[in-house]
């Protein structure tokens, strides 16, 4: 039996990223995974999701060539092609997943992997079965597509966000269940290239989490795009006729919406499977394992990271806490902070965030500052043809930077800054007083920063 100081059951984002560290830090390390390396993130997830994005913002940018004195012709979207284009830049990201992994000699083993008792894990292969020994094991066995319990959910054409990025072919109608980001996110490309999108929301709102005076101001710009949003409402069953229908009720009563697919965006849950949680002991609540901020779990010796454990279930977080697990192994005195942490939403505009949001701060009764600053003022965005968005800067009582929201183009660049400020504890001075390249759309930040303790410059 092999036997590794530590071994990752799982080689998603964290499995992937925590085993590189781990490498690095001088221990031996292998890393188990059943399907390709990158888990969800690369495969079914992150990647292919931002590939897809890519083709409809060229095809948006395309059908606006007129507006900068371009003569381009009506662009048409070529679906296949842009599928095969998501699928080569996704086998691209994995094949160099697995060089990275190769150079820095952590062991790969490709098999389903079962823990089941302390300091080893089994892994099976189509006509074996190992042992691996470890004196470190960490569960990093990601997430699934949450299911819900719908009459019709299990009919052909209702799918996942994991079975959508197969599709080879566009529905004309496409019903999203769920208005949080992996709906909307697929509402916004499949929108862009020609499909009618209905969004059906059950809460009272889009983006439940994300600033409520931002998605007041996203949600009749998604509308104006073209996609059906409607809150509070639930969904009752879904029927094959001649086509989907999908029974919708809401406060004013029931409703048909005819659909081809029906894809199923109601987030996602941890995935154990192969993990004999209750034979080891292992301590969960709510399907996710528990952990302390070293990621350890209640079991010497064994830890567990990104969606498994619940929480905030990004690929950036995943990496952050497979790093911050490698490094407790190797004696380094570290815990993971959660407080500013970058979340994107991938639409048109683009929503990201970072910190507290103001209805947070609300609900606490915390006395705050908030200095907004409009992307129309900014020359950078007037050039881009992108006057449509945001930054909107939360402060607490002496100017330090707790929370931030910005609608708008390249807002998933822009709010790095940001998640600096809320890591560092800057100040709105701070960052007012950076000096900003001109003509950037950077400049909003420093204006909104200009209005926490004062009024931006550039505007009357």
């Known amino acids: 039996m092999e036997h590794y100081q530590v071994v990752f059951l799982g080689g998603g984002p964290g499995g992937y990223v925590g085993a590189l560290r781990a490498a690095q830090l001088g221990l031996s390390v292998a890393l188990i995974e059943a399907g390709e390396l990158g888990g969800t993130c690369l495969n079914r997830g992150c990647i292919p999701t931002k590939a897809l994005v890519r083709s409809a913002e060229v095809l948006r940018e395309t059908r606006r060539a007129e507006e900068f004195g371009i003569s381009a012709g009506e662009p048409v979207p070529d679906f296949p092609r842009i599928m095969a284009r998501k699928g080569q830049v996704v086998s ?25 008792e302390p300091g080893k894990i089994q892994v099976k292969h189509a006509d074996s079965v190992e042992e691996i020994g ?32 197969a599709e080879t072919s566009l529905p004309e109608r496409l019903v999203i269940i769920g208005g949080g980001v992996i709906g909307l996110e697929f509402a916004a490309i499949y929108q862009t290239l020609g499909v009618k999108v209905t969004v059906v929301e059950m809460l009272p709102g889009i983006l439940p989490n994300v600033d409520e005076e931002i998605v007041r101001r996203l949600t009749p710009l998604l509308k104006r795009s073209g996609i059906d949003i409607f809150t509070k409402t639930s969904v009752r069953e879904i029927r094959q006729e001649e086509c989907l229908v999908v029974k919708v009720e809401d406060e004013k009563g029931a409703k048909e919406i005819q659909a081809d697919k029906v894809l199923v965006a109601a987030g996602r849950k941890p995935n154990l499977q192969g993990i004999d949680v209750a034979g080891l002991g292992l301590k969960t609540e709510r399907g996710a394992i528990v952990v302390n901020g070293q990621m350890q779990t209640n079991l010497p010796g064994v830890y567990g990271i990104g969606d498994a454990v619940g929480g905030i279930m990004l690929a950036h977080v995943a990496s952050a806490e497979g790093i911050t697990a490698v490094e407790h192994i190797a004696g380094h005195k570290v815990e993971m902070n959660y407080s500013a942490v970058p979340s ?69 660049t822009l709010i790095h800054e940001l998640a600096v400020a809320v890591e560092k504890k800057l100040t709105g001075e701070d960052l007012a007083r950076t000096i900003h390249a001109h003509p950037t759309l950077s400049e909003t930040i420093m204006e909104a920063a200009h209005g926490i303790n004062g009024k931006p410059l550039h505007l009357a």
């Open 344 to 412: 994107v939403i991938f639409t048109h505009p683009e929503v990201a965030t970072v910190g507290v949001t103001e209805q947070e701060l609300k609900l606490k009764s915390i006395t705050y500052k908030v200095s907004k600053f409009p992307y129309s003022a900014n020359g950078k965005a007037l050039a881009l043809g992108e006057s449509v968005g945001t930054v909107k800067l939360l402060a607490d009582e002496q100017g330090v930077i707790v929370g931030a929201t910005i609608m708008g183009a390249q807002a998933s």
């Open 134 to 165: 470890a004196d470190n094991i960490i569960l990093a066995t990601g997430s699934v597509p949450a299911r819900i319990p719908i009459p019709g959910a299990d009919l052909p054409g209702v799918v996942t966000s994991d079975e959508i990025l």
């Open 92 to 116: 691209t990201l994995v094949g160099g997943v697995g060089q990275l992994l190769k150079a820095a000699k952590v062991k790969v083993i490709k098999g389903f992997g079962e823990f089941k």
